[in-house]
């Protein structure tokens, strides 16, 4: 059963334009929830963690336990924001769950 | 510090064929684990290991073989090449597990079965 859902595959998004990747996890316990990023020709790293509640790079996201969600969001995107963005659950038995990702086109 | 570093960069292999893929990290990780990217499928969990001798199964472990003799390295063997094993693969590792500690990832290898 997937674990981690994120719908959309492809996000075009003009310039300027405010950015949101969802993401929806499946899970009985404490979770805890990442978003990683791949840019292209280079390594995937992590962008975010939901239990620093930081900024990064203009993104961030909130943890919803209650619609179980942990969207990402950038009010403005920028044509650097242009990646594949992964949304990671980890189970808490040495596992890190990965939804199938979505990319992200910032379209000048 | 190197981080994570994978060999080779690219393989091509004939089914049938075996190879090991290797993984060497020189952050003194206790965690390593082995992923597959896949399009439209993400990452996915073939093997993990938790220590110097521990190793278990993740998500789709079929067709793959880990061992962890030392801290540094994890290899991963591909015993019998099947066409389906055709993946970019990553390796990536931490010091533990968990939110604090966020996954290092090597830049993969891309390897295609004929």
């Known amino acids: 059963a997937q674990r981690v859902t994120q719908p959309e595959k492809l996000l075009s998004v003009f310039k300027g334009a405010p950015v949101e990747l969802k993401c929806n996890y499946s899970?009985?316990?404490?979770?805890?929830l990442f978003w990683y990023v791949q840019y292209s020709r280079q390594r995937l790293q992590l962008l975010l963690r939901?239990?620093s509640r930081e900024s990064i790079k203009g993104f961030t996201a909130d943890l919803n336990k209650g619609e179980t969600s942990f969207h990402l969001k950038k009010p403005f995107a920028q044509e650097e924001d242009s990646a594949m963005y992964y949304c990671?659950?980890?189970?808490?038995?040495?596992?890190?769950?990965f939804g199938k990702g979505n990319q992200v086109v910032v379209i000048p | 510090n190197a981080g994570v570093t994978q060999t080779p960069k690219f393989q091509v292999l004939k089914t049938g064929q075996s190879m090991t893929l290797q993984c060497a990290q020189d952050?003194?990780?206790?965690?390593m684990s082995w992923y597959r990217q896949d399009p439209g499928m993400g990452l996915r969990l073939i093997h993990y290991?938790?220590?110097?001798?521990?190793?278990d199964q993740g998500e789709v472990p079929n067709g793959y073989n880990v061992s962890r003799s030392t801290t540094e390295d994890f290899p991963l063997r591909l015993l019998s090449a099947a066409p389906s094993q055709t993946s970019v693969y990553f390796c990536?590792?931490?010091?533990?597990?968990?939110?604090?500690?966020?996954?290092?990832f090597g830049d993969g290898t891309r390897l295609s079965i004929l």
């Open positions: 290991s938790v220590g110097a001798g521990i190793t």
């Open positions: 899970y009985s316990g404490s979770p805890e």
């Open positions: 952050m003194n990780h206790e965690y």
């Open positions: 990536a590792s931490s010091y533990g597990f968990g939110s604090q500690q966020p996954q290092h």
């Open positions: 939901h239990i």
């Open positions: 990671a659950l980890s189970e808490g038995n040495n596992r890190l769950a």
